[in-house]
């Protein structure tokens, strides 16, 4: 048979026919197999972004709190007393799906290398996480798995997991949703980039030795699944945290010592892409010795070391005259250290193996992957199901209800998921995971705090994908508002289908217009973040796509961490308050698919203006002292919210609503801008002052140990036991 031209391979590296022959007019030539494959990784939607670029430029990226905005390893903002912290979210969705474990350890490792590449110490972890129904076998094998995988990591590196979130639905069964959030402090002088800076600078090679895991990850990340993805498990990294525990403490020593004047992390497409983004920065280029990059492995060929994804690698540019010493300095931690390259200005990505150029390519056109402008059109399906009416009869038990809310997985309690993770390592963590709406540290040698929470609405988000993007920011924002502290910026993580699709990229073109109006509206700037497309799987002949799912993690500062609020009743006698009003909407509602099995109508309004007032009453109030209570009215409504009130404290509230709408709406409809707070009695009249002409009410008070809710039609009376018997229960029998 005839021998394939390399053209004809083109798929297999990623590109399409286009782009394998506009590589061929840039080289003035036909690339050989290892330009191929490393034009095809960089060009790969995972590394390019080359579907979403042009829709990405949209969001707002700048304010006076932003040290740092997209383009480094890690967003950074500004948290006073010359204190910064960065972060990032990324997902590891796709290998997550074939192989659980190290597919959520190795996405812990990336993101925590993200972190200390900008010079910060990563102080906390936080999940979102998307899986199919918690009866299926297959969700609790990968459930069971990315939780062990994310402790695995965490755990043994010694940062903390703090939060996050987990929801489930049956268009995540096949493809699950592995999003990874880490944050670290700084001083703003320890402020690193990931730059070759000049001619004649050297890179230093640092970390595991290179094997030949992890092998066409980028292009693995960049495609669909289907039934035959688990053949792809050698695209899939392993992790070690001991080694990352090295380079870890390695590299800050190096950023601290002034050794180095870039350092960047060895992620998707590994030295391909480190070594290539940071001479892009620089505007130069680089000749590198492939020869000298230390293996694992006999035999390697130079493309499967520049396209390895080892795990525990980074490259640093030491500084003039200071190799020897920094060389020094990463033997000390046991760690291979090897000078792989030096900058040159002929603005060349040139691999050398044994004295021959192996690879020659402009390094600017390798990092300008083409982009693509599509035309989104609508699903007609969808529009259908948000826009056509619908009827649903109201239950004759709401009580009954209020329960089978609780039992949801995606509401119930995530207790024996982050039992499995050390959150009091470093001491740092204010309040652990499950006691409010926000994770919250401490700054050490400071009165302040960092809050961080993650949060997105996929249902929301699937019928109306920009009002579900900008409610996504909105409940973020709410999140921090909650326990105390004023949201800084955004970090995100698009996850979608195929955008080749006219229906996934309307999904995609709308959420960034969604999250663009909201981070606008409340201050909250793009730092950075992490597209993931292809979202979807095919079996049978059968296309399964996700939800469309921007997830928003989001950080803000509390200027005296010892003010802050939990969710959990504290006193009998109590006052609860709610901010923001009732409304009649049902739409899109965790309480219509729980009890009723539908996906319809309006995800609820969202008047920014309104939202950002609400939260700011709330932080005043937390910020002077005058609340120490307060919870979101999210999923499952205002009844669910104040039932995970009475959870958490263990105590009881007799609570009167006086609104006329229908009950369930009432009680489980999700109108937004709403907060929940507790205070004492004594405080009342200095809160209602401070609310002024905010919309709230006096709902009841903290009293006894049952939970009573009346309305105009009827009442609800449970017990603490059987509220708290519905919460727990689900995932802990599920993962029994």
Known sequence: MREQSLREQAATFGLSLEEFDSIVKILDREPNGLEAAMFGALWSEHCGYKNSRPLLKRLPTKGEQVLQGPGENAGVVDIGEGFAVAFKMESHNHPSAVEPVQGAATGVGGILRDIFAMGARPVAVLDSLRFGPLDNDRTRYLLGGVVHGISLYGNAIGVPTVGGEIVFHPCYQENPL???????????????????????????????????????????????????????????????????????????????????????????????????????????????????????????????????????????????????????????????????????????????????IVGDMPIAALNEAPSYTRQGIENAEIKDKRELPYTVNIPKDLAKTLLKLLANPTIASKRPIFEQYDYQVMTNTVIVPGQADAAVLRVKGTNKGVAATTDCNPRYCQLMPKRGAMIAVAEAARNLSCVGATPLAITDNLNFGNPTRADVYFELEQAIEGLSEACLALNTPVTGGNVSLYNQYTSGGKLVAIHPTPTVGMVGVLPDVSRHATQNLKRGGDIIILLGENSSELGASEYLYTEHGLELGYPPELNLNREKAVQQAAQRLIQQGLCDTAHDCSEGGLAVALAEMAISGQKGLKVKLKETIRPDALLFGEAQSRILLSIEKAKLELVKETLGDLPFQVLGEVSGERFELSYPSGALELSLSDLSHAFYSPLREALS
């Not at 699944?225 to 990352?244: C, H, I, K, N």
């Not at 001479?279 to 070391?305: F, I, N, Q, S, W």
């Not at 500084?319 to 033997?331: C, T």
């Open 178 to 356: 592995v999003n990874v959030m880490a944050l670290g402090y700084m001083k703003h002088e320890d402020l690193q980039s990931g730059t070759v800076g000049n001619v004649g600078n050297q890179l230093i090679y640092v970390g595991s030795k290179t094997g030949r895991d992890g092998l066409g990850g980028a292009v693995f990340a960049s495609a669909d699944l289907s039934e035959s993805s688990s053949e792809d498990r050698p695209a899939v990294q392993v992790g070690d945290p001991f080694m990352e525990k090295l380079l870890l403490e390695a590299c800050l020593e190096a950023i601290q010592e002034d050794l180095v004047i870039g350092v960047q992390d060895m992620g998707a497409a590994g030295i391909t892409s480190s070594v290539g983004e940071m001479a892009y920065r620089a505007g130069k280029g680089v000749d590198l010795y492939v020869d000298r990059v230390p293996r694992r492995e006999e035999g390697m060929t130079p493309l499967e070391v520049m396209l390895s994804e080892s795990q525990e690698r980074m490259v640093l540019t030491a500084k003039p005259g200071k190799e020897a010493e920094l060389v020094a300095l990463l033997e000390k931690w046991e760690l291979d250290a090897t000078i792989i390259g030096e900058v040159a200005d002929h603005g060349m990505f040139r691999i050398i193996e044994k004295g021959s």
